[in-house]
């Protein structure tokens, strides 16, 4: 088999055209099943008989919750893919990855408060869900804190990528600790309006807010991916004729 | 001449450590005096009431040793990555991996072994009944072996940085926080006269995979860090 288009992936100048190629395909699609998913979600779905229409705001907290996870995986990945080949283009996805990945949490955790005051009468309750999403914000203000304060690039890359490794490590065991930790300290019927078992015509639309966050991350990381191309490579001569055209 | 094997290059490492911390025994000292006055800080701020300190003393115990360790920690690797002996480490020929477990167990034999020694005297002050100061040095002594571990890979990526101890706190706190939930769970059992047995026994198998998994990262970055 030719590896040769994969090879060529690892090239800045590659990665940025492709970037720009494919950001069209991601952002156009994600925008579409957006306005589905919402108008699915905020008017055809009938409200909840128990929690009413507060229960509408989990087509955008479970979304939200679901890539805070998925792009802590995508930036270790990254970093793995980064540290053990050596590519630098996989730390830049794990450099654009990190903040996406934040912002989604406070998302998850905001939506959560807000969720919590109707439905359990706090704005905060010690739920694991929420505490074990709180760690997860500390973990990325870890990876982003450290890559911050080292001036050289390729420190700062390899730094962090170690850190969120180690991060990937610690997840289940922090997700399963709190877990335990909270069936101890609170009664279980919290967390059980937390996960209604859903009917069809309000799961089809938070599916599609899946589908349309997932999408919104990828635009977003190709965005964000090639600005970081940018900001890396200023000084390559390539950039030059690039942007020159 | 024969050749010096890993294990006795680790030997060697842990020595040094021990006797520089034993010359240094200032130094050493600091992260203690510092868990006692953590501790101290909360009858002040809560109730000097014994009873009422019972309810949250594991909590006391356990927030005052993670801070404690966490300034314990800037003995790790700094001296060494300022007068050059982590060079030496580096270009020693023997698997870093080992090296840096010697120096994170001689760092918790310094730091983490003393805490525990102390702490039946700090439990006993805010209201830990002596039936469950066995289980708190217990739960202690584990607890500061998996910091040890985890905060020597903060310790190893922040070297050498601006700032590097208030990121070192960033980094390391999330990361030891399933290890803060058993300890203090261990301890507060046992002040309620149930068996510890569950959480100690989590936290022991923690342990073991802090002390497998934990070197090849500290090696890692310490590689990173003395480029």
């Given at each position: ?106 998302l998850?955790l ?43 690039r ?34 279980s ?57 | ?18 006797l ?7 130094q050493?000292?600091?992260?203690l ?17 014994l ?8 909590g006391?115990l ?62 006993t ?64 059992l046992?002040?309620?006269g149930?068996?510890a ?31």
């Open positions: 088999m030719n590896w040769g288009w994969f090879h060529k992936l690892a090239s800045p100048p590659h990665a940025y055209r492709i970037a720009g190629r494919l950001l069209p395909w991601f952002a156009w699609p994600a925008g579409i099943l957006l306005v589905i998913g919402l108008y699915g979600g905020l008017v055809l779905a009938p409200a909840d008989y128990l929690q009413g229409d507060a229960f509408r705001i989990v087509y955008v907290h479970a979304p939200g919750a679901w890539l805070s996870m998925s792009v802590y995986a995508t930036m270790a990945a990254g970093a793995a893919i980064g540290l053990i080949w050596r590519i630098k283009l996989a730390h830049a996805v794990a450099a654009a990855a990190a903040p996406v990945g934040a912002s989604f949490t406070v998850a905001a939506t959560g408060a807000i969720w919590g005051k109707p439905t359990w009468g706090t704005w905060w309750v010690w739920d694991a869900r929420l505490t074990s999403e709180l760690i997860l914000l500390f973990l990325y203000a870890g990876v982003m804190a450290l890559r911050a304060s080292i001036d050289d390729d420190r700062a890359d390899r730094a962090s990528a170690v850190l969120a490794i180690v991060g990937v490590v610690n997840l289940p065991i922090i997700h399963y600790s709190v877990y335990w930790w909270n069936t101890l300290h609170q009664p019927t919290l967390t059980k309006v937390a996960k209604p078992s859903m009917a069809a015509e309000m799961l089809w639309p938070l599916l599609v807010m899946l589908l349309a966050f997932t999408l919104f991350f990828a635009a977003v990381l190709l965005a964000r991916l090639r600005a970081e191309i940018l900001l890396r490579e200023r000084n390559a001569s390539w950039l030059r004729t690039e942007l020159a055209r | 001449m024969s050749r010096t094997t890993a294990l006795s290059a680790a030997l060697l490492v842990y020595r040094r450590d021990l520089l911390a034993q010359r240094h025994w200032g050493v000292a600091q992260p005096v510092f868990f006692v006055m953590v501790a101290t800080l909360f009858p002040l701020a809560l109730s000097p009431e009873s009422e300190l019972r309810l949250v003393s594991s006391i356990w927030v005052a040793a993670l801070l404690a360790s966490l300034l314990g920690l800037e003995l790790l690797f700094r001296s060494e990555h300022a007068d050059g002996t982590l060079e030496q480490m580096l270009l020693a020929g023997q698997p870093l991996a080992i090296l840096a477990l010697a120096k994170g167990f001689a760092h918790w034999t310094a730091c983490g072994l003393p805490l525990v020694l102390l702490s039946p005297f700090v439990a002050a805010i209201g830990v009944p002596f039936d469950a100061l066995g289980t708190a040095m217990l739960s202690l002594a584990l607890g500061t072996g998996i910091l040890s571990a985890l905060g020597a890979i903060g310790s190893a990526l922040t070297l050498g940085l601006r700032r590097g101890s208030l990121l070192l706190g960033l980094l390391v706190l999330p990361l030891a926080m399933p290890t803060l939930i058993f300890g203090a769970r261990a301890i507060d046992s002040i309620h149930d068996s047995r569950g959480p100690l026994l989590l936290l022991a198998a923690m342990l073991i995979l802090a002390v497998t998994l934990a070197p090849p990262a500290i090696a890692a970055a310490l590689r990173i860090s003395a480029e």
